[in-house]
């Protein structure tokens, strides 16, 4: 249940923000670019609490906007979402960007009690302008480095009082994240297509570069093999069969193939170029005949299809 909360604060932003593109964004993996987020890494009992997830609000040429996000469910009843909306809200807290405690936040609670089959959405919003500061035309294309950011929040504190614990991405470190994000951002779709090296080549050591490098495995060795035309456009990825209740399942996931070259050749700058200008020119057809079974194509290009695998 939760799973489905960020999909849902993206479709938000995107009616919120039209003119701009929304990416979803795991938090961890972002921000163990510059961060220890455990209690060991940090030599501490226990980490600072942190989102789940990164909104990036952007348009090429403009610095983006960047909202915390974190989600939680419960099959209980409504007291039980309130604690959890509550320790969710410290999560967010949990770090701010740019100036202290100006940024934006979505808080959000799903429950489906045990003997019920409604699902009951809960939401806080916290307002803000969440902007990377100085991120303007910034240039997306060169590698990430791991940096070692100074740990707390900056926060007015009185002569004897110690600065909150948590993570702040200061106005210096802003143009850094903004490439963290992009970077981290092409990562997750070279992976939705499959593959190691392509996923590998946008992450840092600390964010599991090595791991993308040298996993093969007979199963997923062979990566990005894979070509279909979805709804008249060719599209690059990997397919998988399985059985789904005894029926045999084909399911594909892939990328429109001119922005899988660009990401794959390392151009995140054109890459976010042209997926921007195409974002509302994907079909909304969710059955395509030819393939025979349905499709999802999101704005950022990419597509999940199924279909049941005849037997030949």
Not at 118 to 139: E, F, M, N, Q, V
Not at 141 to 156: F, H, L, N
Request: charged share 25%.
């Amino acid at each position: 249940m939760a799973s489905v909360s960020p999909w849902l604060a993206r479709r938000v932003l995107a009616a919120q923000y039209p003119d701009h593109s929304v990416s979803v964004i795991d938090a961890e993996i972002a921000m163990r670019a510059g961060w220890e987020l455990t209690g060991r890494e940090a030599g501490r009992s226990s980490a600072p609490r942190r989102p789940g997830f990164f909104l990036e609000v952007w348009k090429p040429g403009e610095p983006s906007r960047v909202i915390p996000v974190t989600c939680k469910g419960t099959h209980g009843n409504a007291a039980q979402v309130h604690k959890q909306l509550a320790t969710a809200s410290a999560d967010v807290e949990g770090i701010h960007i740019g100036v202290y405690n100006k940024t934006p936040a979505f808080v959000f609670g799903t429950t489906l009690p045990k003997k019920s089959e409604s699902i009951t959405l809960y939401l806080l919003h916290a307002p803000g302008d969440g902007t990377l500061a100085d991120a303007k035309d910034l240039r997306l294309d060169p590698p990430v480095e791991d940096r070692s950011i100074r740990p707390g929040i900056d926060a007015p504190t009185g002569p004897n009082e110690e600065p909150p614990v948590g993570y702040h991405v200061r106005p210096e470190e802003c143009g850094w994240f903004g490439r963290v994000l992009a970077q981290a951002d092409a990562a997750g779709l070279m992976a939705f297509t499959g593959g190691g090296e392509p996923t590998a080549r946008y992450l840092t050591k600390r964010q599991g570069k090595g791991h993308f490098e040298t996993y093969t495995h007979a199963g997923t060795g062979i990566v990005q093999d894979v070509t279909h035309i979805i709804h008249g456009r060719k599209f690059v990825g990997t397919d998988h069969v399985f059985r789904l209740n005894g029926v045999r399942v084909e399911a594909f996931s892939g990328l429109a193939e001119n922005l899988f070259d660009h990401l794959r050749d390392g151009r995140v700058d054109q890459y976010r170029h042209e997926a921007h200008a195409l974002r509302d020119s994907w079909p909304t057809d969710p059955w395509d005949a030819k393939w025979r079974g349905p499709v999802s194509l999101h704005p950022d290009g990419t597509v999940m299809a199924l279909r049941r695998l005849r037997l030949r």
